[in-house]
């Protein structure tokens, strides 16, 4: 008498990955795809220091509306410092989708006390123009960090085999 026994295993693949990957870093605030975060009172240069990713580029009203409402008046990173009278995207914002987009408030630029050339926002996301020297709330901006992460399990089979 023979006897025969097979028996097999197989383990299938798992593939997990996470759907929500675009996240800020931790007391970061989000906004669209960029991350905002407070450093403090600073005056303009102290700031872009501060900032490793950029200073506030607003790209639109709503953004800027958004960053005022969450921070209160802060730098953006829009300055004459090159050449008086004409305002230009610095550092971080020259890369910026900004464009020809401006919002300043009325009368501004108004350079009323010389040397007005850093740029920061007002109430309702305004622009106004300041002394780089003036101690404002410095507010940094990062894109969102993209931390999707994939999980996979290997593909298994056993076969055994007895005869007797």
């Avoid at 300055?79 to 009278?85: F, I, L, Q, R, Y």
């Amino acid at each position: 008498t023979s006897t025969s026994t097979t028996t097999t295993t197989i383990t299938t693949t798992t593939t997990a990955t996470t759907t929500d990957h675009l996240k800020c870093p931790a007391g970061w605030t989000r906004f669209r795809d960029l991350c905002f975060a407070g450093a403090g009172s600073k005056n303009f240069t102290e700031c872009v220091a501060a900032c490793p990713g950029g200073v506030v580029c607003p790209a639109d009203a709503d953004e800027g509306a958004f960053v005022h409402n969450n921070f209160g008046n802060a730098w953006i990173g829009f300055t004459d410092v090159a050449s008086e009278g004409t305002f230009v995207w610095s550092g971080e914002c020259s890369s910026a989708p900004n464009g020809s987009y401006t919002d300043w408030a009325n009368s501004e630029p108004a350079n009323a006390t010389s040397n007005e050339d850093c740029v920061h926002l007002i109430s309702g996301g305004k622009w106004r123009a300041e002394r780089c020297s003036h101690a404002t709330p410095c507010i940094c901006q990062l894109p969102v960090l993209d931390t999707t992460t994939t999980t996979t399990t290997a593909l298994t089979a056993t076969t055994t085999t007895t005869t007797t």
